[in-house]
């Protein structure tokens, strides 16, 4: 499995879904409301809740 954010092949753990790295997590965690790279990963979490929802809807289709 490829890490969803870095695209890298170390162990990726599955997050709603979604395989992301120990590294990428990590970063995520440890990036605080006032980095400049807070925008990217909010960005980064919105687009793997999307396709958490996205694959429920599939599994439980409303039509
Ligand atoms: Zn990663």
Do not use: F, H
């Given at each position: 499995m490829y890490c969803?954010?870095?695209g890298g092949?170390?162990?990726?753990l599955n997050i709603l879904g979604?395989?992301?790295c120990k590294?990428?997590?990590?970063e995520i965690l440890e990036?605080?409301?006032w980095?400049?790279?807070?925008?990217?990963?909010?960005?980064?979490m919105r687009i793997i809740l999307g396709y958490?929802?996205?694959e429920k809807q599939l599994l439980n289709p409303v039509n």
């Amino acid at each position: 499995m490829y890490c969803k954010i870095c695209g890298g092949d170390k162990a990726a753990l599955n997050i709603l879904g979604q395989s992301i790295c120990k590294e990428c997590i990590e970063e995520i965690l440890e990036t605080s409301p006032w980095d400049e790279s807070y925008d990217y990963y909010k960005n980064i979490m919105r687009i793997i809740l999307g396709y958490y929802i996205s694959e429920k809807q599939l599994l439980n289709p409303v039509n």
